[in-house]
């Protein structure tokens, strides 16, 4: 029988051994990739955090929009995901809380910050509960930054019962309500509202922090932002804990100063569009200058607002 020469064996290993450290560092560069494909961050390095806000709730705070977990007996009912990659971390902060299972995810929107968990809780046998809207944009997205197509949520990811105007659940002793804030920060919008608990949460057409964020490319729109926040308002009481989509806890005189403040630049932008200004000439006439100091972590979301104003006011004349 043939046999290499062992200068040839010893150049064919080497030739294999440097094609296996190549394969692995690819391997290595992937996943840190994928670790760092959603939020811009290593999501290994991210801790859930719990917070009671009652015997029955908790928000969770980790990467991403805030997620609420309502407790008990029959179950966990759970609004919204985060990320995909922290799915098994937010589920342990769940066990350490109950050992009921998750029985219900409802999303706020579609974004995947409050969205990119759904296959991984589906696939843990909880029902993914949505507004039609948000499933139909999940299941067909719009095209990625780059002009490549959407990439379709898994089936198993997708909403499994889906509501138009209202959908009430009763559990834990409480009555769930889900809401359908129309065409707001985006067209799949849902406020979840626990009366009995005096629980609010909205998703991201409220935030605590930052400006107003209107996604027109995803069915969003300026006037059912505000009528959204007036929803809000007219279901609170003076004591009624609003839990937004990003920022802190409030109360509704927070939810009214955010709304005033959507008005005001409505109002002002329209004003200048009114006369013949383009949207660089508004953005630059500052017109939220005097309103930035009200608003936690303005940055340049105040820009961000005033161009999607724009857009919306000019669509809609």
């Known amino acids: 029988m043939y046999s290499a020469p062992q200068t040839r064996l010893s150049r064919m290993e080497k030739t294999m051994k440097a094609a296996r450290l190549i394969l692995a560092v690819g391997l290595m560069a992937v996943s840190a990739t994928i670790a760092h494909a959603q939020g811009g961050q290593d999501f290994s390095k991210v801790e859930i955090k719990a917070t009671k806000v009652s015997d029955k709730f908790y928000t969770l705070e980790g990467q991403g929009g805030t997620i609420g977990v309502l407790i008990g007996p029959d179950g966990v009912f759970m609004v919204d995901t985060q990320f995909a990659p922290l799915s098994d971390k937010i589920a342990a902060a769940i066990k350490q809380l109950t050992p009921q299972p998750i029985k219900f995810v409802v999303n706020t929107h ?20 949505a507004r039609e809207e948000l499933r139909f944009r999940l299941a067909h997205p719009n095209p990625q930054a780059n002009g490549q197509p959407g990439v379709p949520m898994e ?11 209202k959908l009430t659940l009763h559990m834990n002793g409480e009555e769930v309500q889900l809401i359908a804030i129309p065409k707001a920060h985006t067209d799949g ?7 009995g608990l005096d629980i609010i949460m909205t998703g991201d057409f409220y935030r605590a922090i930052q400006y107003p964020n209107v996604d027109r490319a995803n069915g969003g729109s300026l006037q059912g932002l505000i009528d959204g926040l007036g929803t809000v308002i007219g279901h609170a009481g003076p004591n009624t804990k609003i839990i937004p989509g990003h920022g802190p806890t409030v109360d509704r005189t927070a939810v009214m100063a955010h709304r005033d403040i959507a008005i005001a630049v409505r109002d002002r932008v329209a004003a200048q569009l009114a006369q013949g200004k383009s949207e660089d000439e508004v953005v630059a006439a500052k ?4 309103l930035d100091g009200k608003i936690q972590q303005a940055g340049t979301t105040g820009e961000r607002f005033v161009r999607q104003a724009y857009a919306d006011l000019k669509a809609t004349r």
């Open 110 to 129: 579609l974004h995947g910050d409050h969205s990119g968990g759904d296959v991984n809780f589906g696939k843990m046998g909880a029902t993914i509960i």
């Open 155 to 165: 089936a198993v990811g997708l909403p499994k019962q889906t509501y138009r105007e």
């Open 189 to 195: 919008d849902t406020m979840i509202y626990i009366p």
């Open 287 to 290: 017109v939220t200058a005097d």
